[in-house]
């Protein structure tokens, strides 16, 4: 997280789509850092039924989201 924060502000010009991907990767893993420290796990609370998926939170989707659109 450090070196996504050193990228950001240090290289904010470069691309829009990057600084919204890395963005995107900061806020998943603070969301799931905060839960970490403040319950000493972290809450999932997704979980699709219909088809056998893992469970997840709005952190893990903002990380995986984020992480996608890097690799695009």
């Known amino acids: ?8 502000v240090k290289e904010y010009k470069r691309h829009k789509l990057l600084n ?3 963005s995107m990767v900061l806020g998943g893993g603070i969301g799931n850092m ?4 403040a319950f000493g796990y972290v809450r999932d609370m997704i979980e699709f ?3 056998d998926f893992a469970i997840f939170n709005v952190a ?3 990380a ?3 992480a996608v659109m890097l690799v695009i």
């Open 64 to 66: 995986c989201i984020g």
């Open 49 to 51: 039924t219909f088809m």
């Open 34 to 37: 905060i839960d970490r420290i």
């Open 60 to 62: 893990d989707a903002f």
């Open 20 to 22: 919204i991907a890395l």
């Open 1 to 8: 997280m450090g070196l996504i924060t050193y990228i950001l």
